[in-house]
């Protein structure tokens, strides 16, 4: 019975305090350079308290020389998360050229309002597959609209329609009509 | 009723709705071929995957050579007379030419001539006519359906809409009186 009370114990107190969880999500429907690409980050406070003071740093996911950033901000302070609470941020930023895409934890740094302890949590970004932003003509090849398709669509339809026009226009030939 | 002649035949077989087996064949062949082609186009663009999708594939070109062949029927049917009006002189003269110098032929004979003569032409010619009007058609609705009006809508009903729905249209604007 001690050893039970002494566990959720345990269990109580890593619940204790504010507690926040990060997440980053590419919410664009293409990853491509040269047009606008929006990002996501929701921080949620589990905990039962407060956090305060919340920064959140992902700044190395866009390096200014790489990335211009046309709203919102990779470097973002929070006054105040609430128990329960939650913020959503949003970044929308243009790639200057194809390029890799970083892959970089997202900081946040928070204080607890409560115990008032400096705390850090991070999080990987969800980025849905991509592993670059493409170029247009890129994504057009990815996405398969090729003229080739559209080459080998007309190889299979035309010969029998044009076959027919022709014939067709043999046989008008060879009965004219006569005008009065 | 008495017998038929063999002229009567001709001239009714000039206003009949049926196509003869080699022509309805020619049809579903075209049909068949016409209505593989999207396919090809919705697994190069849309990448549909042969293992997931043959099923709708089957179902779409089944419908959609079905609807075609009884298109280019309807509209041999309504091209047949048409033609055999237009194209009359034209073989009249053909004939006439020809068997100019035959003097044991009657007049009867040639005029019998002409008729058969007329109602092949006609029946080739709006054959040909016949596919060539059906296709474009089909081929039009059908880009235009499946890349602009359902651009966003799902591949697999897409292809249908864009493929057994053209057909139907289709086959419902063959079916005018004139």
Same mark, same amino acid.
């Given at each position: 019975?001690?050893?039970?009370?002494?566990?959720?114990?345990?269990?109580?107190?890593?619940?204790?305090?504010?507690?926040?969880?990060?997440?980053?999500?590419?919410?664009?429907?293409?990853?491509?350079?040269?047009?606008?690409?929006?990002?996501?980050?929701?921080?949620?406070?589990?905990?039962?308290?407060?956090?305060?003071?919340?920064?959140?740093?992902?700044?190395?996911?866009?390096?200014?020389?790489?990335?211009?950033?046309?709203?919102?901000?990779?470097?973002?302070?929070?006054?105040?998360?609430?128990?329960?609470?939650?913020?959503?941020?949003?970044?929308?930023?243009?790639?200057?050229?194809?390029?890799?895409?970083?892959?970089?934890?997202?900081?946040?740094?928070?204080?607890?309002?409560?115990?008032?302890?400096?705390?850090?949590?991070?999080?990987?970004?969800?980025?849905?597959?991509?592993?670059?932003?493409?170029?247009?003509?890129?994504?057009?090849?990815?996405?398969?609209?090729?003229?080739?398709?559209?080459?080998?669509?007309?190889?299979?339809?035309?010969?029998?329609?044009?076959?027919?026009?022709?014939?067709?226009?043999?046989?008008?030939?060879?009965?004219?009509?006569?005008?009065? | 009723?008495?017998?038929?002649?063999?002229?009567? $035949?001709?001239?009714? %077989?000039?206003?009949?709705?049926?196509? *003869?087996?080699?022509? &309805?064949?020619?049809?579903? #062949?075209? =049909?068949?071929?016409?209505?593989?082609?999207?396919?090809?186009?919705?697994?190069?663009?849309?990448?549909? $995957?042969?293992?997931? %999708?043959?099923?709708?594939?089957?179902? *779409?070109?089944?419908? &959609?050579?079905?609807?075609? #062949?009884? =298109?280019?029927?309807?509209?041999?049917?309504?091209?047949?007379?048409?033609?055999?009006?237009?194209?009359?002189?034209?073989?009249?003269?053909?004939?006439?030419?020809?068997?100019?110098?035959?003097?044991?032929?009657?007049?009867?004979?040639?005029?019998?001539?002409?008729?058969?003569?007329?109602?092949?032409?006609?029946?080739?010619?709006?054959?040909?006519?016949?596919?060539?009007?059906?296709?474009?058609?089909?081929?039009?609705?059908?880009?235009?359906?499946?890349?602009?009006?359902?651009?966003?809508?799902?591949?697999?009903?897409?292809?249908?809409?864009?493929?057994?729905?053209?057909?139907?249209?289709?086959?419902?604007?063959?079916?005018?009186?004139?």
């Amino acid at each position: 019975m001690q050893l039970l009370l002494s566990l959720l114990a345990v269990f109580a107190s890593v619940d204790a305090g504010a507690k926040l969880l990060v997440g980053k999500n590419f919410i664009s429907k293409y990853a491509l350079a040269s047009n606008e690409n929006v990002f996501e980050y929701e921080i949620i406070n589990k905990g039962d308290s407060a956090a305060i003071n919340v920064v959140l740093d992902d700044r190395e996911s866009f390096p200014s020389d790489r990335f211009a950033i046309l709203s919102g901000s990779a470097h973002v302070t929070f006054a105040k998360i609430p128990p329960n609470g939650a913020v959503v941020h949003h970044v929308v930023v243009v790639p200057l050229e194809p390029q890799e895409i970083i892959i970089k934890d997202v900081i946040v740094d928070y204080t607890d309002a409560k115990s008032k302890d400096l705390k850090r949590v991070s999080a990987s970004p969800l980025v849905r597959g991509y592993d670059h932003f493409l170029s247009e003509k890129a994504l057009k090849g990815v996405l398969g609209v090729h003229p080739r398709h559209f080459l080998i669509f007309a190889a299979i339809a035309l010969p029998l329609t044009v076959t027919s026009a022709l014939f067709y226009s043999r046989s008008v030939s060879r009965f004219p009509i006569k005008k009065r | 009723m008495g017998k038929l002649t063999k002229e009567e $035949e001709v001239l009714l %077989s000039s206003y009949s709705a049926s196509s *003869s087996t080699k022509g &309805t064949l020619f049809f579903y #062949a075209n =049909a068949l071929v016409i209505s593989l082609a999207p396919i090809y186009l919705f697994y190069g663009v849309h990448q549909m $995957e042969i293992a997931d %999708s043959w099923v709708v594939w089957a179902l *779409s070109s089944i419908s &959609t050579a079905y609807l075609l #062949a009884l =298109a280019c029927k309807n509209q041999k049917r309504l091209l047949k007379h048409q033609i055999v009006m237009k194209r009359g002189p034209a073989v009249d003269r053909e004939i006439n030419g020809k068997y100019a110098s035959d003097k044991k032929m009657t007049t009867k004979e040639k005029e019998e001539r002409a008729l058969f003569r007329k109602n092949e032409v006609a029946d080739t010619e709006s054959t040909y006519l016949s596919i060539f009007y059906t296709n474009t058609l089909f081929l039009t609705i059908m880009l235009a359906s499946a890349f602009f009006l359902l651009a966003n809508v799902a591949p697999i009903f897409n292809l249908l809409i864009s493929t057994s729905g053209s057909a139907a249209l289709v086959v419902f604007l063959s079916t005018a009186k004139n």
